[in-house]
């Protein structure tokens, strides 16, 4: 049965906004962490006689989503789920199972390069700044964050290179790289893909219902098994893949524009409203207690609350989007795709590019002076950030720097990324192969299928 084919430019006009999202984070992160909570003082305690303590518009709920950006890294996980599935189920559909187990084998020995040739050429950028002391500034700025992500120059040259090379493996192994803590999450979405490559393998012959059900069934086990922001993400990823190409369900969506109207809206707000639940300190405010108790209540025991509600936020809005072709026209629109298309760039470069240039223009570009204390000289105090005027104007530019950069990285390093991942391709696919004559099949239920069309061919009547 051939089937309608998805539109799937919506989902790099979502990964472009995860990626804006991410950024936004870690500015907030760096800059200004009180925006994690849900009101920047105790309200029952820490105020003094007479002093009002009013919320910021970016905590509150809806709006803080867009500085709590949590939200990011699952989309990234949710459109790998959905994205690997999407061709191997149009296949399976269509019984095309060859052409399937091909695409599904290539695509799995193409990811591994895809994501570490880029990410390798980002550590080493990075690595070769800090050894020049490039980072020192961050180093000696007020906020945790920025000083605990800046690495310190290593004095030797032969320890910075056996540090280079043993960051190249735990950004893999352990999910740290120190000379870029952001990469933690690159180990998991590379891992989750070989999840939904096996999950399709395994599959593959079950009828689409069934599969469905497969997929949900891994999605409640990764709720279960406290892996909310990539493991349920990943399979719910692939039921939304399953779910777009079932024909029964496309054409009922396609005779019904209530669900657009209806559905659509009531889940986005309810999936912003989840999403919004605070990082820090849930307890100070109504709103954020209501979802605290709520979570004890139907999340797993020990679960992490702010990445619960994430994930299962995103879950609506991702059904949000499903019923409603006007927002995935939306997310469609060309100036979100340029987002999408650079949205791996900008993830790999714009730590980098805070600790640096945006710090630069934050505080300057001079350490502080060392100062004496107990007959030694210490280190002095902390740089303090410029004025809120300063922090809008400069912000904005550096934004417009950072995705200068990551167009032309998109431009010039990703393809060039690409050549390097087709040549090693070429090398080791033998492209040539031929099953020997008499040879059983590796997927012996697939020729007992053709057997039984041969035979029942053979039973019909001219």
């Not at 870690?26 to 994690?36: Q, T, V």
């Not at 919320?55 to 994205?83: C, D, K």
């Not at 994430?310 to 006007?326: C, D, R």
């Not at 002076?369 to 902390?382: F, R, S, T």
Request: hydrophobic share 45%; net charge positive.
């Amino acid at each position: 049965m051939s089937v309608r084919q998805e539109n799937v430019k919506w989902v790099d006009g979502l990964r472009g906004i995860a990626s804006v999202l991410v950024v936004f984070t870690h500015l907030a992160r760096g800059f200004d962490e009180s925006l994690f909570k849900p009101i920047s003082k105790d309200p029952y305690q820490d105020l003094q006689p007479g002093e009002v303590v009013t919320v910021r518009y970016l905590q509150l709920p809806f709006l803080r989503v867009l500085v709590q950006g949590r939200i990011g890294v699952s989309i990234f996980s949710l459109v790998t789920g959905y994205v690997c599935a999407l061709k191997p189920i149009r296949q399976f559909r269509a019984g095309q199972m060859d052409a399937a187990f091909s695409g599904i084998a290539k695509s799995a020995f193409r990811r591994t390069p895809r994501l570490v040739f880029p990410t390798t050429i980002a550590t080493i950028i990075s690595w070769f700044i800090c050894q020049f002391g490039v980072f020192e500034v961050a180093n000696h700025v007020e906020g945790w964050w920025l000083n605990y992500s800046s690495p310190n120059m290593t004095p030797y040259i032969g320890q910075a290179i056996q540090s280079l090379f043993l960051n190249f493996i735990t950004t893999w192994s352990k999910m740290w790289n120190v000379y870029d803590i952001n990469m933690w999450t690159l180990q998991p979405l590379l891992k989750g893909a070989f999840w939904v490559y096996v999950f399709l393998f395994t599959t593959a012959y079950l009828k689409p219902r069934h599969r469905m059900m497969m997929a949900l069934g891994t999605f409640v086990y990764f709720w279960v098994a406290n892996d909310s922001a990539f493991g349920m993400q990943f399979f719910f990823g692939v039921f939304l893949s399953e779910l777009s190409q079932d024909p029964g369900h496309v054409t009922w969506l396609k005779e019904r524009r209530w669900p657009g109207r209806a559905i659509t809206p009531t889940f986005i707000v309810i999936g912003l409203y989840l999403a919004s639940y605070p990082e820090k300190n849930p307890e100070w405010r109504p709103w954020s207690v209501f979802l605290m108790d709520w979570g004890h209540v139907i999340f797993p025991k020990e679960a992490e609350l702010p990445r619960y509600y994430t994930g299962l936020g995103l879950e609506f809005i991702a059904l949000g989007i499903h019923f409603s072709p006007t927002v995935k026209d939306v997310l469609s629109n060309k100036y979100l795709l340029w987002f999408g298309k650079n949205s791996f760039a900008v993830y790999l470069l714009h730590g980098t590019l805070i600790r640096t240039v945006l710090v630069w223009m934050i505080f300057g570009i001079h350490l502080p002076a060392d100062v004496e204390q107990d007959g030694k000289m210490v280190p002095g105090p902390a740089l303090k950030q410029c004025g809120r005027i300063g922090w809008y104007f400069w912000v904005p530019i550096w934004l417009v720097i950072l995705y200068s950069i990551a167009n032309q990285w998109t431009k010039h390093v990703d393809p060039f990324c690409a050549r390097l991942t087709q040549r090693l391709e070429r090398y080791v696919f033998d492209e040539k192969y031929v099953a020997p004559e008499g040879a059983r099949p590796i997927l012996p239920l697939q020729q007992s299928q053709e057997r039984e069309k041969t035979e029942l061919s053979q039973q019909l009547p001219k």
